[in-house]
């Protein structure tokens, strides 16, 4: 059973957004590495680069059609314990 195109391309713009915030976790974890070390003149390049991957970022979550929203579960009681005589 194929998928229609719709769903392969939506599904690898995921895929790609996922991919981003990979890079984007990392980017930050070294630009706090950097900062933390007084590397300022690193960092700030550094600092180009993750916004220029946020950028990206926003631009495809904006082109991701909205998601449905989840249904909560069901509620369910716990019965109140019976005290014993």
Known sequence: ???PADLRS???K???LA???????????QYDVLMNAFKFDEARRLHARIEAAEREHR?????????PPASSPAPYRVSA?????
């Open 1 to 3: 059973m194929t998928e």
């Open 10 to 12: 939506a599904a690898a």
């Open 14 to 16: 995921h895929r790609e």
């Open 19 to 29: 991919t981003i915030a990979t890079r984007l976790d990392d980017l930050r974890a």
């Open 59 to 67: 631009q495809l979550a904006a082109s991701l059609p909205a998601l």
């Open 81 to 85: 314990r019976r005290r014993r005589r």
